[in-house]
Nanobody
């Protein structure tokens, strides 16, 4: 069994920064990709950015130049550095991972989410 846990959310003023963490645990053989998503009430969950093994991170246009994904899939941990935050970035942020377990099974796994609120 595998598990994802996000942390690092909170309340920040417009223009501020936060760094979210996503940590995978369990019987992990490898992680193919980890994506960061966000969701506001009443709207669909949307992709923010994605890091895939062997490739550079990719971002949606609305966060390019402000958000940065870093970390190491081989170490089961990635980060989402969010700078120049704006009220429209307020959402619950989730990480999602494609994890190959030691049994060889592939799991599409979600974390529980962490709230990010940008407000003055």
């Amino acid at each position: 069994q595998v598990q994802l846990v996000e942390s690092g959310g909170g309340l920040v003023r417009p223009g501020g920064s936060l760094r979210l963490s996503c940590t995978a645990s369990g019987s992990i053989l490898s992680i193919y990709a980890i994506g960061w998503y966000r969701q506001v009430p009443g709207k669909q969950r949307e992709l923010v950015g994605l890091i895939t093994s062997g490739e550079s991170p990719k971002y949606v246009d609305s966060v390019k130049g402000r958000f940065t994904i870093s970390g190491d899939l081989a170490k089961n941990k990635v980060y989402l550095q969010m700078n120049s935050l704006q009220p429209e970035d307020t959402a619950v942020y989730y990480c999602n991972a494609d994890i190959i377990e030691t049994t060889g099974a592939l799991f599409d796994t979600w974390g529980q989410g962490t709230q990010v609120t940008v407000s003055s």
